[in-house]
């Protein structure tokens, strides 16, 4: 149970640094010309984007180590917990992905 514990722990450490990590490293797409509206547009669509992607890849992360922590201890609650958080991080994934996808379109389409 204790070495358990550790993969939980270990598995919120690298989800709360991956955050980090994506959270501060988030760079604004440099977007020149068409209208200053259509670009603000653009990198708030861009920031959700990246937000979202950050939030899917922990949600995965903590799913995973949910998941697993309950196959190994016999807690099929906590292993369907951990089943649903990773598909709900993945989902949020494809959202973040759909949004920075789109902040590029609407870059193109104001140039």
Sequence with gaps: ??????WL?????IGAAVTVLV???????????GYDSVDRAARKTFGWGVKQRAAGK?????GAVKEGFGRA???EDLEAEGTVDRV????????????????????DLNR
């Design 1 to 6: 149970m204790r070495g358990g514990l550790a």
């Design 9 to 13: 722990l270990a598995g919120g450490a």
């Design 23 to 33: 959270l501060n490293s988030e760079s604004e797409p440099e977007y020149a010309g």
């Design 58 to 62: 922990v949600g995965g992360v903590v």
């Design 73 to 75: 201890t016999g807690d």
């Design 88 to 107: 709900a991080g993945k989902v949020k994934d494809i959202a973040g992905e759909v949004g920075t996808a789109a902040a590029q379109t609407i870059h």
